[in-house]
């Protein structure tokens, strides 16, 4: 890869992240936030500055990518795009700490909803919307809407999103990539458009539903509210969340086949039912344990305490992180319930963290092979999903990014707890950030504990973000022994056969 590779698509993506404050600029015009609106205009002349030149000069070099090149070309774009995103923050003076400013743009971008914020509410409007549009923008992906314009630029985007998206596989709903990116950005803009006019019909004032139905589609987790969205106790603000955050934890090119009348699609998908059916375990179980421990926490009637358990446990399990309870004073199989939730995640292709259904529906049947094997050792036994066999390879490879998942879970409490936080803990906001969740078990928000952290923790867990978001491989691959042989021309790898 040489350096004109990497510059030209990584400064047209920061130019459009450039453009998009524009609409928070507006706001801030809008509501009379004139500090904002300088900090926004210094923001989006300077990248542009510096992005536009660049865009120009290499116009006519044709980039090529290879599998190296879109790892390494996904994750730096990722870092600075968190880095451009940190510095609204920064230079208005809203947060003091530049540590604070990258972790709350990378928790953003992340989707990750961890917030270093303690009092939102009063932040300005127009950088309380910003800080919801890099959840949106974050949710479907900016590499991918990025891809998305790549034919203005004669690239080629499918590395790049399949080091981007999120499952053991990238599967393309229409032959051209570019096609594929932009009918998910419209279904993705859809939703998020209907959820904004169903939370105003509900009595919520048009601002704080755009931010949280960026929020919800983007299983992001930032609220315009200290309380979040316990702030409204309305029944059918809380059911449309739940219907939304259920639907982004789908799989997005479902809703495609959906719209072209392939229903069976939805209905004999594997995830998808399995995805379906822990939902309705995990929120029995937990209403099974408030009504056993005659818990009042859990809702003053079955329709509440319904709506309490799923809330919560779909919000988990999509790594959503919103909250309308304090789940802390749950009964313990509640609250263990939601425990076993953060390992999950959500669908393979949604705008969810965590490791995925597909991953845990691959590693269970590998193991009933496995015990199938003992009692019929010259069997051939395949793991099938979707009515197909599918690879060998697709079982060493989840099982794989589990054992790194788990290792850096490990690795993370490890390191939160150096800073003196208790054990538990500090596994709890691991669990949090490398599944990009943004809401602890027993704690309804993190922003105090946060806060007080070191800024060596901090810097650690924004990187961790950013690998959980990228699905690990993405980010371990760039640092691997193998690529660094690659960039510098040195093939020094064991792997590697010379020609001839």
């Not at 446990?313 to 004073?329: E, F, K, N």
């Not at 704690?443 to 699905?471: H, N, Q």
């Amino acid at each position: 890869m040489n350096l004109g590779t990497l510059l030209r698509p990584l400064m047209f993506l920061l130019g459009l992240i450039a453009l998009t404050m524009l609409i928070p600029l507006l706001l801030g015009l809008a509501y009379g936030e004139g500090v904002m609106v300088k900090t926004f205009l210094v923001c989006m002349g300077t990248t542009l500055i510096i992005a536009l030149p660049v865009i120009f000069v290499t116009r006519k070099q044709k980039i090529t990518l290879s599998a190296g090149d879109g790892l390494v070309l996904v994750f730096v774009a990722w870092v600075f795009t968190c880095l451009v995103g940190a510095v609204p923050y920064y230079i208005s003076g809203y947060i003091l700490r530049f540590s604070d400013a990258v972790f709350e743009s990378v928790s953003g971008f992340t989707t990750t909803g961890a917030s270093v914020i303690i009092d939102v509410e009063a932040l300005p409007r127009s950088l309380l919307f910003w800080r919801a549009m890099t959840h949106w923008l974050g949710g479907m992906g900016i590499v991918v809407l990025t891809v998305a314009l790549f034919p203005l630029l004669g690239i080629e985007g499918f590395l790049l999103v399949k080091a981007e998206t999120s499952g053991p596989e990238s599967n393309k709903i229409l032959p051209k990539i570019t096609s594929t990116a932009k009918i998910l950005w419209l279904i993705y803009t859809l939703l998020t458009v209907l959820q904004s006019l169903l939370l105003c019909l509900g009595g919520m004032n048009w601002f704080d539903a755009v931010i949280h139905a960026f929020s919800t589609v983007a299983t992001g987790g930032f609220s315009s509210r200290n309380g979040g969205l316990a702030t409204y106790p309305s029944p059918w603000i809380h059911w449309v969340c739940i219907i939304f955050m259920i639907l982004a934890g789908f799989n997005f090119t479902l809703f495609y086949r959906l719209l072209q009348g392939k229903y069976r699609d939805m209905l004999s998908n594997t995830e998808a039912k399995v995805y379906g059916g822990i939902i309705l375990v995990s929120t029995g179980l937990i209403i099974l344990s408030m009504f056993s421990s005659d818990n009042s926490l859990g809702g003053s009637s079955f329709e509440q305490s319904l709506r309490y358990a799923l809330f919560q446990g779909v919000s988990i399990v999509t790594s959503t992180g919103l909250s309308i309870t304090d789940h802390s004073r749950w009964p313990p199989l509640a609250q263990g319930v939601l425990f076993c939730l953060m390992f999950i995640g959500a669908c393979s292709g949604s705008t969810s963290g965590g490791i995925k259904v597909i991953r845990h529906v691959v590693l269970f049947k590998q193991m009933v092979n496995e015990l199938r094997r003992l009692i019929y050792p010259q069997g051939v036994f395949l793991i099938t999903f979707n009515h197909k066999a599918g690879p060998h390879e697709v079982a060493h490879g989840v099982a794989g990014f589990v054992f790194c998942y788990m290792v850096l879970v490990l690795l993370t409490t490890l390191w939160v707890s150096s800073s003196g936080m208790d054990l538990f803990p500090a596994l709890n906001m691991s669990l949090m950030i490398l599944g990009n969740i943004g809401l602890s078990i027993g704690d309804e928000s993190g922003a105090t504990s946060l806060y007080g952290l070191p800024a060596y923790i901090k810097w650690f867990l924004s990187f961790m973000m950013i690998t959980g978001r990228l699905e690990l491989w993405t980010v371990l691959g760039c640092f691997s022994r193998d690529y660094r042989h690659d960039w510098t021309g040195r093939r020094g790898s064991r792997f590697y056969k010379p020609s001839g």
